[in-house]
């Protein structure tokens, strides 16, 4: 099926774990059969895209059945910044077209509806990952996160921010204090940050987009994703990304940001795992632990920088299996 194939590239490109983030009913069903029949050569943690508070799912578990499982909720808060649909506190630095002067985009939910299925994902102690680009939006999550927490005392579900494209200082602090966890898509630099400096943004929130650095100095446990198919697959360009901060014409934006490239390789293995409760068994390379690992063609710590993302795959192992290994010669 396209989906073996699919995961078979993955592997090729050094994933060992992969995660859905916006299942429907008919495709978890579809997961689990594959899983069952054992066709999976990775695990695969789904998130349910949910929009309706009493909508019924298939039993959320930390636990696989196979190498699936149902991990929690998606919940897709605002659109992207490119598209102008990101939901900002301060207007757009361009003019939006078909807009008025001051537009900043939009929430997809009310805050109280969205607060109903913030409330559904604690009073189930369900993992949640919610979608927000702009700021606006990430300031409706925290205030939901906040009050859920207060109804719910004593249930950390480590909730998600699913791009946290442009968190704000203050929002990272806030993050800090209610165990919120970004998920940066820090790709958005290279693919759009020469038009989100001179377009969306402006040159000073554009330098602050996927504020890794400051989540770093906050002690905020976060990871690096590259939403595809938005973009392609590929966490060591997201390394190079997050470590270099240059965009596609090769300019630096936001260069206060930069990580190291150790800080890059957590935020895509142990940092990973713990956002999806699985710390304990994956994501680095510890006696007990599950034996998921890649061999790569250079150390990402000792090579020049900019060279990160050049480095080949040379073998993915699962669970002491190899699952993809580079053709001699290749």
Known sequence: TSYVKTMQLLAAKGYTTLVDHASTSDVEKAYQAMSD???MPLDLVAYHRLADPRQPIAPISRSYNGRYRLGGYKIVLDGSIQGFTGYLSQPYHSHAPHHEKDYRGYAHLDASSFKNLVMRAYAEKASLMVHTNGDAATD???DAVRQAQLAHPNTNIRPVIIH???MREDQLDSAAELGMSPSFFVDHVYFWGDRHRDIFLGPDRAARISP?????KRGLIFTLHDDAPIVSADPLRSAWVAVNRLTSSG???????????LEALKALTIHAAYQHFEETTKGSLETGKRADMIILQSNPLEIDTVDIKDIHVLETIKDGQTVYKQASGG
């Open 37 to 39: 029949m054992g066709q």
């Open 140 to 142: 409706l999550y925290i």
């Open 164 to 166: 946290a494209q442009t």
């Open 212 to 216: 890794t650095a400051s989540a770093l």
């Open 251 to 261: 300019k630096k934006l936001g260069g206060e940001q930069s990580i190291s490239p």
